[in-house]
């Protein structure tokens, strides 16, 4: 899949998700797509999330992203089920305005009610474009990739240095670093290479080039 020229949309639920589920991915190709990454919910009505605003921008500019390539949604977490609608009327006005040609969301296989809605939503609103699944380890079972993409070294690490960021989730177990580590190591072996972001394939729409 060739990436470069192409408008990439990348969508994750809460601040953490889309550098957890692809931030290698993202740092891979940010020089060469024009990428947009749309969080649909700061966390900010918790009280004990304040800083995950912050951290979620300054993680994003290590992985390259640039302020003006960052959205924060309106939505509220843990609720999101009741805001189908509005999530697709969302989504529905990103395609207008984006146009992407290509859209990474959570996994079908995460049962984090917020990270399934959207999943859902995404594919009623992206029609007709291809969709690709990341793993968000705490919250996927039963995720295999079958699609996977080559990573550098440098991407590896950049992740794993834009999850320091988050000061707030320093001591959860999947934000470790070597357990980030071992999750590409695991997708390169899959794809016979160093380093590998694996995903699960939601929809592929392609044509036949002669």
Excluded: W
């Excluded at 024009?34 to 918790?46: A, F, H, M, P």
């Excluded at 990474?104 to 999943?119: A, E, K, L």
């Excluded at 080559?150 to 989730?169: M, P, S």
């Amino acid at each position: 899949m060739n990436f470069s020229g192409k408008k990439v949309l990348f969508l994750g639920a809460h601040p953490d998700d889309i550098e957890l589920g692809c931030g290698a991915l993202l740092h891979h190709i940010v020089n060469r797509a024009d990428v947009l990454c749309v969080t649909l919910s700061d966390n900010q009505k918790n009280p004990d999330l304040k800083k995950v605003k912050d951290e979620h921008i300054r993680s994003m500019n290590i992985l390259g992203v640039p302020d003006s390539k960052i959205v924060l949604g309106p939505f509220q977490t843990r609720i999101f089920p009741g805001s189908r609608q509005e999530i697709l009327e969302y989504f529905l006005k990103i395609r207008r305005e984006y146009q992407p040609d290509l859209i990474f969301t959570h996994s079908r296989q995460d049962v984090h009610q917020d990270h399934n809605t959207m999943t859902d939503e995404a594919l009623r609103a992206f029609r007709g474009i291809t969709v690709l699944g990341f793993d968000v380890v705490r919250s996927s079972y039963g995720f295999f990739p079958h699609f996977l993409v080559q990573v550098t070294e440098e991407d590896v690490n950049k992740k794993i240095e834009a999850l320091a960021e988050y000061e707030t989730y320093r001591d959860r177990y999947y934000f470790n670093s070597e357990l980030t580590r071992s999750i590409m190591v695991r997708h390169g072996a899959l794809a016979e290479c160093p380093f590998a972001e694996g995903f699960d394939i939601l929809r592929i729409v392609g044509s036949f080039e002669m």
